[in-house]
Every structure is written in C-alpha cells, then in structure tokens.
C-alpha cells in the first residue's frame, strides 16, 4: 500500500508497544483507531527485550516503529528510574528523527514522564499533546521532607510552565483537569480522557486453582494489592492498619501483594516485625498473563495508595482490574478515586489516614459476602460502561485530533474529529 500521502501522528513512551499497552491499554486500540482514520503512526521507544511477551499485541500496519538503542527493564527499580531520566534526556535527539520527516503532522506523548514533550515542541516546532496520567514530580518529592517541598515547588513552576507551552493536555480524572485548569492553562487546550480497562482479558473466572496452590482456605478472605511496590502506594500504612484488626478478622483474612520494587524489602521486615508474617502472602512479580488469574481468586481488590496529593488525581488502573474482574475494592479516598467508587454501590473508601475506618469498611466487606458480591457485579459494569479500553481509545481519538486541529493545519480534514 502507497503511503506517500497519508499524514503522520508520532507517538513518544519510553515503553515499547507490548509494555505501553500494559500501562494504558486503550493506546493499543488507539493506534487501530489512527489506521482507519487513513494515519501513518510512528511510534518511537525503548527498544524491545528479546524475553518480552508480545503474545497480547499485534502491531499494526499503520504502525512505524522506531527504537531507541537501550531497554528497559520495568521491573528492575534502579533500570527504570535511571531509563527514565535518559529518556528526558534523549529528547533532543528524538527530535532530530522527528525533524527529517515533513508528514509529521503532531506528536503525542503517551507516557507521562514531565518535560521530554515540552523539549519536543521546542526542538521541532510541531503540535505536541501531553498526556497527563500521574503528576510524577510530585509522586517524587512531594511532602517528603521541607527541602524536598522546595524542590517540588520550583520544579513544579517550570512543569506548570510546559504545560501551558505545548497544544493539548489530555488529563486522566476531572480533579487532574480542575488542577491543570487552576494552575492557569489555558481550558481550551485540556480535555480529560480516563484510565482504561482490558475488559476481555480481565475478565471472571474461577480462581480456585490459585488459591489452593498458596494454601488459602475456602472460608478465608483474601485480600490483594498488586502493582509496583513503592512508597506512594502507602502499603506501609496498609500494614499498620492490617496489625490493628481485632482477633476475629485476623483470623478471617489474609494479605496477597503481588509486585516488586524499591520498598519490599523494609515492607517484608515491617510486616515481621508486626507480627503479620504468617498473614500476607508475597508472590513477587507475575506474568501479565497470569495476573487475570490472580486477581480472580482474591475476594477484596485494595488499590492502595499513600496521603501523596499527586494520588487524587488517579484511578488506578489496579483499581479497573479488580472492576472488570468483578471484585469489590476497599479503595483510599482521595479525590478521583472517590469520584468512581460508590460507597455501597461498587466498593467502600476510606481515609489512608484512618485505621478505625478502614477496619469497619473491611468488616462490612468481609461479613456481608452477598453486598460483596453484588458490589463486584456493579463494578464489572462500570468497567465496561466507561473504562473498557475500546470506548476509551475512540475518546483518545477525537481529544486528541481535536487539541492536534487548527484552522492553519494543513492536513485539517484528517485531523478533524468525526
């Protein structure tokens, strides 16, 4: 097929496709979307690992790949902060690549690493949209330490500065809109596109073959966390939490948490030290295709995340797995979060902060299994009403094309939204 004439939307994430996907799962439909929609994408990332498991994707032909000369390893802490930063700091040639092609009609950046875009828009002069999943500098900084404050304040200046510099910003959760609104963005240039869900991956099954291969009884109820074991997921207060139970519910749960990461180590000595060892199972990481698995044998999804403002801006996507899984989730209540979740209707929230409300919220879940179940039910509809990935990726479409629009575009008929 002749692709001379068909227009070119580069898409930057320092994940090769088959991760991306993993991260945001509309991105992968998004790209089919973009091909039918007559567009060429190049997609430029780290390059793939040669273990990876690319069983779940499927490139499509509309898709250039470009990548860049290292890996990355997700699940080695040290491999992807440092990647990272490389990533911010390749920028400049990125935008040597992006320069030699004149099709390139917009950039967009899927992943929501700070600066690497607004140094794109810089170097290039070409249409550039953020997407904005996290607020990772302050995942980083904020509310650590009084000088880490300072940092996260002026750091924080300049990001506000990028966003107000690039064309779009395609924000995660209303509240993350409201920020970016409040720090002074221009609201004609934001348009809020949610996390998404694979809801035919993540999906009910039975669950019983986990269970019994860790030795969890059918009377136990089997809380999970699963995701990247960090200090923002607040799994230290969780512990805490966990060690105030009274008898009878320690007697009747247990902890599964599923991951790896920078704080595993103290976690494990913490939960020892609190007498919780023989209550938490630690699997480390699992095969993406066997986490559907996973979460289905678990009774009650924790998607749990620490006090850090930057969390009110997400729901999580392990919070939309439990969903589609058809779990109830005992979830913290910050701001996005508790927009999604329904007290009684789809789980229960609590203050990360309140241990007496988390233990009642936890009780009601464990004692009343038909309301349990019936929360999940209500759950898996949600996920397929508003998150599943498809929907999703078709609102990334139209966000996106339209930020990407202007009545000087010269290819304005792709790029207008049907």
């Known amino acids: ?38 567009f060429v994408v190049k997609f430029v990332s780290f390059r793939e690992s040669k273990t990876a498991d690319k069983s779940h994707v499927q490139i499509p032909s509309n898709v250039e790949l470009i990548s860049l000369p290292f890996t990355l390893r997700r699940s080695r802490p040290l491999d992807k902060y440092l990647k990272s930063m490389l990533f911010v700091l390749l920028a400049p040639y990125i935008a040597r690549v992006l320069n030699k092609d004149e099709r390139i009609v917009g950039v967009y950046c899927d992943d929501s690493l700070p600066f690497y875009g607004y140094l794109i828009k810089k170097l290039t002069n070409k249409k550039v949209v ?18 880490h404050d300072v940092v996260f304040k002026l750091l924080h200046s300049f990001e506000v500065h990028t966003w107000k510099s690039v064309d779009g910003l395609a924000t995660i959760s209303r509240p993350f809109e409201d920020y970016v609104k409040w720090s002074g963005v221009n609201p004609d240039k934001i348009v809020t596109i949610p996390e998404s869900v694979d809801t035919e991956t993540f999906r009910p099954m039975e669950g019983a073959e986990i269970r019994s291969k860790f030795g969890i009884p059918q009377n136990c109820v089997l809380l999970m966390f699963h995701g990247v074991i960090e200090p923002l997921k607040g799994l230290g207060t969780l512990l805490d939490i966990l060690s105030k139970l009274d008898a009878d519910m320690q007697a009747r749960v247990k902890l599964m948490i599923i991951g790896n990461g920078a704080s595993l180590k103290n976690l494990e000595k913490k939960a020892s030290d609190l007498g919780l060892a023989n209550k938490i199972i630690w699997t480390g990481w699992v095969p993406f295709a066997m986490i559907t698995q996973f979460l289905n044998a678990c009774d009650i999804g924790i998607p749990m995340r620490s006090g850090n403002f930057a969390n009110n801006f997400v729901v999580t996507l392990a919070l939309l797995q439990y969903w589609a899984c058809g779990k109830p989730v005992l979830a913290p209540r910050m701001k996005a979060i508790a927009d999604a979740v329904r007290d009684g209707e789809n789980g229960e929230t609590f203050d990360p902060e309140n241990a007496q409300e988390f233990c009642a ?41 339209r930020l990407l629009s202007t009545e000087k575009q010269t290819n304005q008929s792709l790029l207008d939204s049907d």
């Open 130 to 147: 953020l997407r904005l999943g996290d607020l990772q500098t302050g995942y980083i900084l904020s509310g650590r330490s009084m000088i």
């Open 361 to 401: 919220k936890l009780k009601l879940l464990v004692t009343e299994k038909r309301s349990r179940l019936r929360q999940g039910a209500e759950g898996r509809r949600l996920a397929l009403k508003s998150f599943d990935k498809s929907i999703v990726a078709q609102e990334l479409y139209h966000g996106v094309t």
């Open 1 to 38: 097929m002749n692709r001379l004439n068909e227009p070119k939307l580069c898409i930057l994430h320092r994940y090769p496709i088959s991760q991306a996907a993993e991260t945001n799962p509309s991105l992968y439909d998004f790209l089919k979307v973009l091909a039918t929609h007559g």
